[in-house]
């Protein structure tokens, strides 16, 4: 496994732990949180998708 196999993981992981923290702050009613963990959810996701996508250099 290469090291941007294992970069994109972490992101993949770290954006699902995201939209699951905004979950978990919807139900507590807060949204301004919840809105946060959406936004660092899709960027984490977006940037996973964008490390392993081939051509994508710089």
């Known amino acids: 496994m290469h090291l941007?196999?294992?970069l994109a993981a972490l992101l993949l992981t770290a954006a699902a732990a995201a939209f699951a923290f905004g979950a978990f702050a919807?139900?507590?009613?807060?949204?301004?949180?919840?809105?946060?963990?959406?936004?660092?959810?899709?960027?984490?996701?977006?940037?996973s998708v964008q490390v392993v996508r081939p051509?994508?250099?710089a």
């Open 26 to 47: 919807l139900a507590r009613a807060d949204d301004v949180e919840a809105f946060y963990f959406l936004i660092v959810g899709a960027v984490a996701l977006r940037s």
């Open 4 to 6: 941007l196999d294992v």
């Open 55 to 57: 051509g994508a250099g």
